[in-house]
């Protein structure tokens, strides 16, 4: 590389309060108009670098600087914070961290302000902006009263009406309903393709950007280098190394990876769902073998977590609930919803950004109060129950886990809301919290401050608090935000447990693969209202409705449904009972139960249901090829 447009060089970086380095001599070059994906696990120093890109750190940020950045010829160590931001631009994975200003077009204004953009040319660039991330007609909102989602895509418009050269995103769609992410990824691909900026993203959903990212780069959690390279050289040659360091693969490549241990011999390197369509149709045996398998073969309806919902009476009790925020137009993001969630089910609530989610979970909790309706929780009106009883039945974890931090070391923070035991030995309270602590990888950072942790660790030190309590019921806003591949797949495996064991689970998210592999039951809020009440399946069935709600199905089902239109056979395919074809039926053509019956049959929702309905090839079609030589396991195009 000659002359890079980003050049890193032996970077390493300490914290003022850490031992160990998050960044360990790490060097790397990113030339001019190319796409660059940044993974690791969590800790690994991800967000530190993007610091590092545009001059925050080591200016406006105290640790040990060692190391060189350049990015466009200049030298980000000696040149002011102010100078770099105007060569690279970045979106904070907390977007509120980055917000000046009150109003949407204020804080879009604010950057141009600052580079002494004339008035005259500010309007356009200000509605060119919006207009890129959806937010046209936003000008007047106040930032306090948007959503996640929207807070979010205004500090990604701030950060694009300045026009930097550089772009650099800190797990942009970490607030965004998934509708909202495959909207903003096409706005990088435009970006992308335009070739005016060079990009660099952190980012976890990965299988909606593997078409336009030009190189990967992978973190290790010590922070140096563990891999860098195309995108297919790195998931095929080094996926296991990255499975081992708890990093996220597109989930194209773990399907592809599950056949070929199955025995499929599935050619190339496929990176998209056309890709592997594509693939799957070169073969051999595929058609043939998977009916044979699915001819006798149906997937369970219900999701792992077997719970007691089914069979007992109802935890919470929602009765027409209304609720417009105050100060506000008077419209009601909440609209006369009522349902029930049983004791011992577990219950995913999705919808768009804005569509009141996280105000319902609050509701729920009793952390705020509803103006219109009522909520039970254990059989009492929330507005009865005193609020340390309340707490000691509904444990609520914040969408921003700050908010609710309240200690000043990790160690007092996870068990601040643990009910003190009359006698208990300090040595057995101090012994608890380092289990706790170790359950959820934190153990290293016990005497750390929690604002100092990232995002993934802030996330799990309040999970881990609010399970410490032990109530019957969880109410969890985005559980996966920020995590690794080890700690989410944890943290499900965590989360299951508790709901076999009886506790009510209500998670708030819009992790569609969190849905699909263990909920039961779904609710999906949009324009005030409860439009979908049932299973994920049927959810993901209503392909025509999912788009208006702020939904996509998860990338299996969607995998399903593109071998069916391209006429190649899937787990659940047209030759069976259980096949894609009534998967993608109407529900009422089909003749379904109601919304909380079982379910006869469905097509596969997870990676692990796809590779487990494929089944593997039938042994003589093997021992034909293999007999054949090496040249006949891959069949070739004519």
Not at 83 to 101: I, N
Not at 289 to 309: A, H, R
Not at 379 to 408: I, K, M, Y
Not at 463 to 485: C, H, N, S, W, Y
Request: hydrophobic residues 40%.
């Amino acid at each position: 590389m000659v002359n890079p447009h980003i050049a890193v060089t032996d970077l390493s970086f300490t914290y003022e309060e850490r031992a160990r380095p998050v960044l360990s001599r790490l060097s790397f070059g990113l030339e001019e108009g190319r796409s660059l994906l940044v993974l690791g696990p969590s800790g690994s120093g991800k967000s530190t670098l993007t610091l590092c890109l545009n001059g925050l750190i080591p200016h406006a940020v105290e640790g040990d600087y060692q190391g060189k950045v350049v990015v466009a010829g200049i030298v980000a160590a000696d040149t002011p914070a102010y100078v770099l931001s105007a060569e690279v631009g970045l979106v904070f994975q907390d977007p509120e961290s980055q917000f000046c200003t009150l109003s949407v077009e204020e804080e879009v204004a604010f950057g141009l302000e600052n580079l002494c953009v004339p008035a005259e040319a500010m309007g356009p660039r200000i509605r060119e902006a919006l207009a890129l991330v959806g937010l046209e007609g936003f000008e007047g909102r106040r930032l306090h009263r948007l959503s996640g989602g929207e807070k979010q895509r205004v500090a990604l418009a701030s950060v694009l009406a300045m026009q930097p050269r550089v772009v650099v995103l800190d797990e942009p769609s970490a607030n965004l309903d998934p509708q909202g992410t495959v909207d903003l990824f096409r706005v990088l691909r435009r970006l992308h393709e335009a070739r005016r900026h060079t990009l660099v993203l952190i980012e976890h959903r990965l299988d909606d950007v593997m078409e336009w990212i030009d190189e990967v780069l992978v973190l290790g959690s010590g922070g140096g280098l563990l891999t860098q390279g195309e995108p297919r050289d790195v998931f095929y040659d080094d996926g296991r190394l990255l499975r081992t360091a708890g990093v996220w693969l597109p989930q194209v490549v773990e399907v592809v990876a599950g056949l070929r241990d199955a025995g499929w011999d599935v050619p190339g390197r496929p990176l998209t769902p056309t890709d592997l369509v594509d693939a799957l149709s070169w073969t051999e045996g595929w058609g043939a073998g998977i009916t044979e398998v699915l001819s006798s073969y149906e997937l369970g309806s219900e999701g792992p977590g077997v719970g007691l919902g089914s069979n007992s009476g109802p935890f919470f009790s929602v009765r027409d609930l209304s609720y417009a925020y105050p100060g506000g137009d008077g419209t009601e993001v909440l609209q006369g919803i009522t349902f029930d969630i049983r004791r011992g089910e577990w219950v995913a609530v999705v919808g768009a950004n804005g569509a009141g989610k996280s105000t319902l979970a609050g509701m729920l909790s009793g952390v705020r109060e509803a103006p219109r309706g009522t909520v039970f929780v254990a059989g009492e009106d929330v507005r009865t129950v005193r609020p340390a009883r309340l707490a000691g039945l509904v444990g609520h974890v914040f969408q921003n886990p700050e908010h609710q931090f309240v200690s000043e070391r990790v160690g007092s923070e996870i068990l601040a809301g643990r009910p003190r035991r009359r006698g208990e030995n300090p040595e057995q309270v101090k012994a608890e919290s380092l289990e706790l602590l170790a359950r959820f990888g934190l153990e290293e950072y016990a005497e750390s401050n929690p604002f100092t942790l990232s995002q993934g660790q802030k996330r799990r030190l309040s999970v881990a608090a609010m399970m410490a309590r032990g109530q019957k019921a969880l109410i969890l806003d985005e559980p996966t935000f920020g995590q690794d591949r080890t700690q989410s797949l944890r943290l499900q495996d965590m989360l299951l447990t508790l709901n076999r064991e009886g506790h009510t689970i209500v998670t708030v998210t819009h992790d569609m693969e969190l849905v699909a592999a263990c909920g039961r039951r779904v609710i999906v809020l949009a324009d005030g209202r409860v439009v979908f009440d049932g299973s994920p399946a049927r959810l993901f069935r209503r392909r025509g409705e999912l788009e208006g709600w702020g939904l996509v199905a998860p990338l299996v089902p969607r995998l399903c449904a593109a071998l069916r239109e391209a006429g190649v056979s899937a787990p659940g395919g047209a030759a069976v009972k259980s096949g894609l074809t009534s998967a993608c039926q109407p529900e009422s053509a089909r003749g379904l139960a109601p919304a909380h019956g079982v379910e006869p049959t469905r097509g596969p929702l997870t990676v692990s249901e796809f590779v487990r309905a494929s089944g593997r090839p039938r042994r003589e079609a093997v021992s034909a090829r293999v007999a054949r030589g090496p040249e006949a396991l891959v069949r070739r195009r004519p």
